[in-house]
């Protein structure tokens, strides 16, 4: 039975917007000056959040950004002042939806957009420049979970799998979930020939920004994102991107839920999202804030390239700083899908990207650390036996 309170919010533009990360002061300030005049006109919300130790602010016009900002980040103290700063305005006349970030001033602006996905990762990546170079922390786009007191890291470009297998150790008796987008994982400085003590992956954020598409596979979900925030998911059968004749689903061959009586669809929109709280899902008890390195999973999805292969540190870095991904229906532009891309490390996110120290970094989690890396194949293989690829590698690593 649906519920009355069924939270949707529909963003003008359902996706991300164009978007300068190195916009110079001087093109940069004008457009900070008409963003702030639009926001004392319409009157805006500060909020701070704290990203493992780093404070970002969100000074914005939307209530709906608002919303998902306050849920998604564990709160930053009101008195500190805060290391970057977002101005998010709607309603800003003469200019077209896009984002820029100046590194100067350590500030980003989204005019016209009110997208929570992209305001939420340059976040994140304006965190991550302050971590890398200030904290030698390395910033990961990835998912990680606990199984038996051991820790997993799983890095891979969007929509290729994470939260479906960080989901798949979360539902198993002695798993637990931490994060399904973001790590941080603090290195000692200076790093350690023979390290004495773990790597720990710790978890930003308080809520998962999940792809409202992972229902289709888990049908128990539905009543559970009923309950939580949602961003763009259809509420109409005419705007169903995957449709079949008058009834049928094409995505999972079966009726269409508009034609079972329901009011809302997950996965008819490829870009739809839910913001949900970690312990709503299967109680607090299967939740931890931070897990320890003990393995890192990389994924790829094509249909001739081995389920599995273990790789050396060298296969393993030119794999990350390569980022080589097919683009899958919600995961960039339409007219992208299907073709190859690249996003080095995985992690668009990174704003002030140092492709040297991200190698450094993970060079010492493989040599280092001897933390084993494989790459499995999700084009191949089905879920279940990818997780028992994950599962029997995190038993047998040190």
Request: charged content about 25%; proline content about 5%.
């Amino acid at each position: 039975m649906e519920i009355s309170q069924f939270q949707n919010y529909v963003t003008q533009s359902r996706a991300r917007v164009k978007g300068n990360k190195n916009t110079p002061v001087a093109e940069f300030e004008p457009l900070l000056a008409k963003v702030k005049g639009r926001l004392r006109q319409t009157g805006s919300k500060s909020l701070k959040a704290n990203l493992n130790g780093v404070i970002v602010e969100l000074v914005t016009n939307s209530q709906h950004q608002a919303d998902f900002w306050s849920r998604n980040w564990w709160e930053g103290e009101p008195s500190v002042l805060p290391h970057s700063r977002i101005y998010s305005a709607t309603g800003v006349e003469g200019e077209e939806p896009a984002a820029y970030y100046c590194p100067a001033l350590k500030t980003a602006l989204f005019i016209n957009t009110e997208y929570y996905g992209q305001c939420k990762s340059w976040a994140l990546g304006m965190a991550a420049a302050i971590l890398e170079r200030g904290f030698n922390t390395l910033s990961i786009h990835g998912a990680t979970a606990l199984y038996k007191g051991k820790g997993v890291v799983i890095i891979a470009p969007t929509g290729t799998g994470k939260t479906t297998h960080s989901f798949k150790i979360f539902m198993n008796d002695e798993g637990k979930i931490c994060g399904d987008d973001w790590a941080y994982v603090e290195f000692p400085d200076p790093i350690p020939d023979k390290p004495r003590s773990r790597l720990v992956a710790r978890q930003p954020e308080r809520a998962l920004y999940m792809r409202s598409e992972s229902q289709r596979e888990q049908g128990w979900l539905r009543e559970v994102f009923d309950k939580s925030m949602n961003e763009n998911v259809t509420t109409r059968k005419e705007d169903c991107e995957y449709p079949t004749g008058e009834d049928l689903c094409s995505l999972t061959k079966k009726r269409c839920v508009f034609n079972e009586g329901m009011s809302w669809c997950y996965y008819a929109f490829g870009n739809s999202r839910v913001l949900i709280r970690r312990e709503d899902i299967l109680g607090a008890h299967k939740v931890v804030n931070e897990v320890p390195v003990d393995l890192v999973v990389l994924l790829r999805r094509d249909d001739h390239s081995p389920p599995e292969v273990r790789l050396t540190s060298d296969q393993a870095i030119d794999v990350l700083q390569k980022g080589e991904y097919m683009v899958l229906p919600g995961a960039g532009p339409k007219e992208k899908w299907g073709t190859m891309s690249y996003e080095p490390w995985y992690n668009p996110y990174l704003l002030e990207l140092d492709a040297a120290r991200q190698g450094r970094f993970f060079r010492a989690m493989f040599e280092n650390w001897n933390i084993p890396c494989v790459i499995l194949n999700t084009g191949v293989e089905g879920i279940q036996q990818s997780h028992q690829r994950i599962v029997a590698a995190l038993e047998s690593s040190n």
